[in-house]
T-cell receptor
Framework: EAQVTQNPRYLITVTGKKLTVTCSQNMNHEYMSWYRQDPGLGLRQIYYSMNVEVTDKGDVPEGYKVSRKEKRNFPLILESPSPNQTSLYFCASSLSHPRQDEQYFGPGTRLTVT | AQKITQTQPGMFVQEKEAVTLDCTYD???????LFWYKQPSSGEMIFLIYQGSYDQQNATEGRYSLNFQKARKSANLVISASQLGDSAMYFC?????????????FGIGTKLQVIP
């Protein structure tokens, strides 16, 4: 089954404790992206990756890191989480060419930073 | 300026009626794509429809159609014959660029409630 998986689905952590949210897709997609969703703000792109070893900032990259060492995986790293990073996070993937390439979304990770 | 503007925080529609959800966009890139996604209360993001900037005809997918007016920079979603299961948040999104640069911007969403 074609899918994007994220782990963990729910995470409660404390300020400053490094964490990683994993994202994996099995569709051989070149393009992968991370979003955060906050009430009243919609989804905002954090980072995206056009292919292995190619990443770029979205609109809200501060406080986040990503890596793309393999095509299927695109982990999101919070080196020192803060309460303002409490949010619902989505990973998504798609083909890289800009036409007709809907993004397939993971189920989301709800992160709470206390 | 906002890249994607959805001005209707909430909408009500009677079951079986049609409804239009508004979306305007702002870009100077000649190559872009416009998308609509549905997010039910369960939280998943569901792709509905896509319109490319060079597409001559409005996109349609079943009960969904996209009213694309390029000169006005609008990409409204039309849902015909609304069903109770259409109650959800709806997000308009734009993907800009080609080649090595492709950012995606979402609007803040419209909450649609279908009334029996």
């Amino acid at each position: 089954e074609a899918q994007v998986t994220q782990n963990p689905r729910y995470l409660i952590t404390v300020t400053g404790k490094k964490l990683t949210v994993t994202c994996s897709q099995n569709m051989n997609h070149e393009y992968m992206s991370w979003y955060r969703q906050d009430p009243g703000l919609g989804l905002r792109q954090i980072y995206y990756s056009m292919n292995v070893e190619v990443t770029d900032k979205g609109d809200v990259p501060e406080g986040y890191k990503v890596s793309r060492k393999e095509k299927r995986n695109f982990p999101l790293i919070l080196e020192s989480p803060s309460p303002n990073q409490t949010s619902l996070y989505f990973c998504a993937s798609s083909l890289s060419h800009p036409r007709q390439d809907e993004q397939y979304f993971g189920p989301g990770t709800r992160l709470t930073v206390t | 300026a906002q890249k994607i503007t959805q001005t209707q925080p909430g909408m009500f529609v009677q079951e079986k009626e049609a409804v239009t959800l508004d979306c305007t966009y702002d870009t100077s890139d000649p190559s872009y794509g416009l998308f609509w996604y549905k997010q039910p209360s369960s939280g998943e993001m569901i792709f509905l429809i896509y319109q490319g900037s060079y597409d001559q005809q409005n996109a349609t997918e079943g009960r969904y159609s996209l009213n694309f007016q390029k000169a006005r920079k609008s990409a409204n979603l039309v849902i015909s014959a609304s069903q109770l299961g259409d109650s959800a948040m709806y997000f308009c999104a734009m993907r800009e660029g080609s080649g090595g640069y492709q950012k995606v911007t979402f609007g803040i969403g419209t909450k649609l409630q279908v009334i029996p």
